[in-house]
């Protein structure tokens, strides 16, 4: 019986993609977002918290899709200053986790989970506390008391009352004061905008009122001289005041201390806080590197991509010639040779001798083979690289790939024993997607193989639907066969190596064609290299012609390039 969760995963991923009108995808070693498409990384969906973490993810991402207002953040001063869309960052997080948790059962408890999952980073932080720069503590601060109070998370409060502690050591009690009764108010917040006036008030605070001179933990100079980092800042720190600029009201002890968050986090509001965040979680936990998409089989079906345009059969009507002469020789071929027909077309001149005494049998017994019968992958790489102009008509590499995958899938439908099934790595919502399956007319499914670049190139995951797809709907008699159509190298080399063992040890033949990269050179024992639409057109129908014409032997590709 399969775990509830490994069932329940597919199903959650696509009720929120339904729910918040976005795409989710499973994929790669990252996750992240561009406020349409959510991205998370392979997991180990037979762990129960692993998935938990996931769900978490999603429903922070989805918040912010659903309740933060994007075009905030092309305002120049949160687009200039780390320091204040850290802030904002901080509290808006804050807010919209507890909007989404209000909306839906199950949730706040994930998120929770999410939260608590860098407890030894907190432990660490704050043991460490005196060494560590003012705004990021006073950053970390602000984000375990909004976690308090919009959340109330139990870990939250005891974090919160110990930096308070603290920080009464390193600014004044009436700053600290007046941080704490803005993020208290926040609560109130109904929108990004208060959210982000709630951090201008915070920064005016710190940058204008607090004289951080005073404070003797807060003098660092001689520590960063001692660690050899006090170059770097001072680079740093001037480049940090050409940023604040010179009309800009601040103290001088600020500009230093921004400068020290700036080096302390490196520009990256994540390295502010121990929390640094559920993306960073879900890569700590990815197993993209180590697994495939083979260990998924039974529990993540293989999905249908999204159509295109309806008319996409029109963009190859110049392949014609070339689709009629590889189809007339294939069907040739398998007419004349394969084994599921009972006569030969060749007549036998002493059988015909004897029509006169009633022989009907007057052709050529066949010679019995299973040559000729061929399930034949076409693997589309649909990554972000393919968005590169393939230099002839101005349309992308993936455009010129669709249109041969397509004129193939044509030239080869409706021929007894010759299957074709069309593949696209990455799909949209997982790490491949179907485009034509076994037994389908490419002329009814042409607009699924009208696909735009994204994401990353999870060739291996796409081998590994490969082989399943042979094990479950080949022919133990046919002869079985990918083609690659990529511009350069997978996300684990490893991976795609471990995927060519097993098909050089189950009798199936992986050949490449890479659009304007060597690097497929490295990798695949069978390959040619085009430069252009055309020649693409014309290596991938010599390979096709050379499959079937020298369907016995090892097949090099020297003689197609």
Not at 145 to 172: C, N
Not at 272 to 293: D, F, R, V
Not at 417 to 422: R, T
Request: glycine residues 4%; contains cysteine; aromatic residues 10%.
């Amino acid at each position: 019986m399969k775990n509830l969760t490994i069932d329940a995963m597919p199903m959650m991923v696509q009720n929120y993609a339904r729910l918040f009108g976005v795409s989710v995808r499973i994929q790669g070693s990252t996750a992240y977002t561009n406020g349409k498409v959510i991205t998370i990384p392979r997991l180990n969906i037979k762990d129960p918290i692993v998935a938990r973490l996931a769900y978490g993810y999603l429903s922070h991402e989805s918040a912010h899709m659903a309740y933060t207002d994007f075009s905030i953040l092309k305002r120049d001063d949160i687009k200039t200053n780390i320091f204040l869309f850290t802030l904002f960052n901080i509290l808006e997080d804050c807010r919209i986790e507890t909007l989404i948790s209000k909306k839906y059962i199950g949730v706040h408890e994930n998120l929770a989970l999410l939260n608590n999952y860098y407890k030894d980073e907190w432990e660490a932080f704050l043991k460490g506390v005196d060494n560590i720069g003012v705004l990021r503590v006073i950053s970390a601060y602000i984000q375990v008391l909004g976690q308090k109070v919009f959340q109330h998370y139990k870990s939250a409060s005891d974090r919160a009352e110990q930096l308070a502690e603290h920080l009464k050591t390193r600014i004044s009690e009436d700053v600290l004061n007046s941080i704490t009764d803005i993020v208290v108010n926040c609560a109130s917040a109904t929108n990004s905008d208060d959210i982000l006036k709630a951090c201008r008030k915070i920064y005016k605070l710190l940058s204008q009122k607090e004289d951080f001179s005073k404070f003797k933990k807060n003098d660092f100079a001689d520590d960063l001289k001692a660690k050899g980092n006090y170059d770097d800042y001072k680079k740093i720190a001037q480049e940090t005041s050409k940023l604040l600029g010179k009309k800009k009201k601040y103290t001088a002890d600020f500009a230093s201390q921004l400068a020290l968050f700036r080096q302390e986090t490196r520009d990256d509001e994540t390295n502010a806080t121990p929390n640094k965040g559920g993306a960073n979680c879900l890569e700590l936990n990815s197993i993209s590197k180590h697994t495939s998409s083979r260990e998924d089989f039974g529990y993540i079906d293989l999905p249908r991509a999204s159509a295109g345009s309806e008319d996409f059969i029109d963009c190859v009507k110049n392949s014609y010639g070339l689709r009629n002469s590889l189809r007339q020789f294939v069907k040739g071929k398998v007419q004349k040779y394969g084994s599921h027909c009972e006569t030969s077309n060749r007549i036998d001149a002493l059988r015909a001798q004897r029509i006169q005494f009633g022989e009907t049998k007057i052709f050529k017994d066949r010679e019995v083979t299973d040559d000729y019968a061929n399930d034949i992958i076409i693997c589309v790489d649909a990554s972000s690289s393919m968005l590169t102009g393939n230099g002839t008509d101005g349309g992308s590499r993936l455009e010129c790939a669709n249109k041969v995958a397509l004129s193939l899938a044509l030239a080869l439908e409706n021929i007894d024993n010759v299957n074709v099934s069309v593949l696209y790595f990455p799909g949209q919502c997982s790490e491949c997607e179907l485009a034509l399956d076994f037994g389908e007319k490419a002329k009814v499914y042409a607009p699924y193989f009208d696909q735009k670049p994204r994401g990353s190139t999870p060739l291996a995951q796409c081998l590994w639907q490969c082989f399943q797809k042979f094990e479950e709907c080949s022919s133990s008699c046919h002869s079985k066969q990918i083609i690659c159509l990529t511009d350069g190298m997978p996300d684990s080399v490893s991976n795609v190596k471990n995927a060519f063992d097993y098909a050089k040890n189950n009798g199936i033949d992986i050949y490449g064609i890479s659009i304007q990269s060597e690097l497929i050179l490295k990798l695949f024992d069978k390959c040619v290299i085009i430069e252009n639409e055309n020649e693409l057109n014309l290596k991938a129908y010599a390979i096709l012609r050379s499959l079937f014409e020298n369907q016995k032997k090892d097949i090099t590709l020297d003689k197609v390039a």
